[in-house]
């Protein structure tokens, strides 16, 4: 249907209306939108990798990790999308980012990549971001800039607690209990074969009986306050276990894990005094 002149100029100028004012605001803030381009194409790239990462992670049959990657994915996607939001209300309608590329290596690899990028946010990128878009001042953009940057804070402290020395520390008294362990065999070994022979009739049960290959029955003991302590809470591997499972799979911290801690280390005094009993009492005495 062909339009008249007065309809042609009202549609127009109400065409005017709505944009003069946008193209005002885009030239007004032109640093502030560039900005934003930058941090958007940085949000979806983020975004892409954690979710290459997570199906990464359920590959190799790490749930907690690729659960930790999800939620990361979603975070930097809700970053991307107010950047994308703050630019339309710019009046930048037509914005296409680049696709970024994602690179993809083992979980551990992956997971080095992610604290990389996240330093680089919090170190390099949000501080010039913030800094190029300041003297600008645009609420929104400057907010949610700063609050884009405090989340990369967050992420690279929960990255770093999935790689910290709380394994390690674990690590180090589950071998301590072992070396309790060991004093008993000794106690009762003359050679070292008998002591080899003895050390794996009781490794294997307490490994096997960790909960590593399968959840253990509740066969409780007595209550710690709500935590039933259960006959495999006796074995050092069984709280070792479960140790490792936090900090690698949900980037539990020591804070996290003083129930396991506690009860590692008072496992481990129980299986080193009776350890010193008994070598004294029988291995000393057999020489
Ligand atoms: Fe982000
Ligand atoms: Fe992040």
Do not use: C
């Not at 659960?67 to 950047?83: D, G, K, M, Q, T």
């Not at 953009?141 to 402290?157: F, I």
């Not at 072992?178 to 049960?205: D, H, Q, R």
């Not at 259960?230 to 140790?243: E, G, K, N």
């Amino acid at each position: 249907m062909p339009i008249n002149r007065r309809q042609f100029l009202f549609i127009f100028s109400s065409i005017a209306f709505f944009r003069v004012p946008l193209i005002d605001a885009q030239s007004k803030y032109s640093a502030t939108v560039a900005v934003l381009r930058r941090a958007h194409i940085n949000e979806i790239q983020a975004h892409l990798n954690y979710l290459s990462y997570a199906e990464k992670a359920k590959l190799e049959n790490y749930p907690g990790l690729a659960y930790f990657f999800y939620s990361f994915a979603l975070a930097e996607s809700v970053h991307a999308r107010n950047f994308n939001r703050i630019l339309s209300a710019l009046g930048v309608q037509s914005w296409e980012p680049p696709k970024p590329v994602v690179k993809v290596f083992s979980s551990k690899v992956n997971l080095k990549s992610a604290l990389e990028f996240e330093m680089l946010d919090i170190d390099r990128r949000y501080p010039q971001f913030v800094e190029e878009a300041k003297p600008e001042a645009h609420g929104g953009a400057l907010e949610n800039l700063n609050y884009a940057w405090d989340t990369e804070k967050q992420h690279r402290d929960l990255i770093q607690k999935m790689q910290s020395g709380t394994g390690i520390f674990f690590g180090v008294i589950a071998s301590l209990s072992a070396v309790a362990i060991a004093l008993i065999v000794a106690a009762f070994s003359k050679t070292e074969k008998e002591a080899f022979l003895w050390g794996n009739i009781i490794a294997i049960p307490i490994i096997f009986l960790s909960g590593i290959f399968f959840p253990l029955p509740e066969i409780t003991l007595f209550n710690f306050g709500d935590t039933p302590f259960t006959i495999f809470d006796l074995q050092p591997t069984t709280h070792a276990h479960r140790a490792f499972l936090q900090v690698f799979l949900y980037g539990a911290g020591i804070g996290d894990l003083l129930y396991e801690l506690t009860m590692l280390l008072a496992v481990t005094a129980l299986y080193f005094g009776i350890g010193v009993i008994l070598y004294r009492r029988f291995h000393l005495k057999m020489r």
